[in-house]
């Protein structure tokens, strides 16, 4: 009886490996990973005691650049250094237009005060992008100056780059931002094209996605619910349906849990009509909720021919480094 147990379990296994083995499953790509630049080339800050509303531009590092994120000059420089997409985050403003800019509110990085997304453009435009940004507890701000008239609008920014393709971040949790966004792309098919996905708040995000079907989008609970259901389900080889037609987050550093992971993982999520971004490992030296794959070290675990996207805070670092390795 026990040989027979045994000889069940051994089938079952292997049956389990055959099913969930990539050994016959082609590499997607030859050529270095696909990155998505995380705000540009930027001023990455320290995690200490980082809350929410914590203003980041106080705790920067002692600067190696004169970078700004979310300015022109810092997505130039990120394409140039090998980013596929550029990462942007917008709020619409009173007069209908979209900032190009990452705070909730002005006064962290600006010499303004006040709400982004109630504040005009064509005062957003004038203020100074670089002003708030400090290594030494505001002894100096190397920066201050240096970002006059550097908040675009989406659309200056789409113009400025016509062969670019961007990841729009919704910084509300307006329906209208989404809806608002879909027009405005609808109305101009360039710049639809130039629009990789957006992501965000879930009530935006869906609300842009329900006008143009297709768009590639994430949003943190689509994200857990994609994982947690695979994990379930993937050893069956089923791509649950809460995993279709949306871009798959995964953590560089759980992903060898996932169930074919690498190649058939990949291929059975490009199948479902979906792409996978790699993370790097919460609670590491990334921005945000989101961690960035920025060393060299990191890079090394983006397993070869992965033809998916690295999300990266560092694209100064990462991009060259990829065009490098042998």
């Not at 009886?1 to 051994?10: A, D, E, P, T």
């Not at 098919?189 to 006008?211: D, I, K, L, N």
């Not at 990191?298 to 990462?318: N, S, Y």
Request: proline share 9%.
């Amino acid at each position: 009886m026990l040989r027979k147990i045994l000889i069940v379990l051994l089938v079952l296994v292997a049956g389990l490996w055959l099913r969930n083995t990539s050994l016959f499953t082609p590499p997607a790509s030859d050529g270095p990973p696909r990155f998505i630049s995380h705000r540009g080339v930027h001023q990455t800050y320290h995690r200490e005691d980082l809350e929410r509303d914590t203003c980041t531009a106080i705790r920067i590092y002692p600067p190696t650049h004169d970078f700004i994120e979310n300015t022109l000059p810092s997505m130039a420089a990120a394409f140039e250094a090998g980013a596929e997409i550029v990462e942007i985050d917008v709020h619409l403003t009173p007069d209908g237009e979209f900032a190009v800019f990452h705070d909730w509110t002005l006064d962290c990085r600006t010499q303004a005060a006040g709400q982004t997304n109630q504040t005009p453009m064509r005062l957003i435009r004038t203020l100074d992008a670089g002003y708030g940004y400090t290594a030494d507890g505001g002894d100096t701000f190397p920066l201050r100056g240096k970002g006059v008239g550097m908040i675009k609008s989406l659309p200056e920014v789409l113009d400025a780059f016509p062969e670019g393709r961007f990841l729009i971040n919704f910084k509300s949790r307006r329906p209208v931002e989404g809806r608002v966004l879909a027009e405005m792309l609808e109305e101009n098919p360039r710049w639809r094209a130039q629009v990789w996905g957006v992501y965000g708040a879930p009530v935006p995000s869906e609300a842009a996605v329900a006008r143009l079907p297709g768009m590639p989008y994430f949003t943190r609970g689509s994200a857990k619910d994609c994982l947690v259901g695979y994990a379930l389900t993937g050893w069956t080889g089923l791509v649950p349906e809460v995993c279709h037609n949306q871009i798959v987050p995964v953590p560089v550093d759980y992903a060898p849990f996932l169930w074919g992971w690498p190649r058939a993982f990949e291929a059975r999520m490009t199948a479902a009509g979906s792409t996978i971004v790699l993370f790097g490992t919460p609670g590491g030296t990334g921005n945000d909720g989101a961690p960035g794959i920025d060393t060299p070290a990191e890079l090394a675990k983006v397993p070869e021919g992965f033809g998916g996207h690295v999300w990266t805070d560092r694209i100064e670092v990462t991009g060259p480094a990829a065009r490098q390795a042998p």
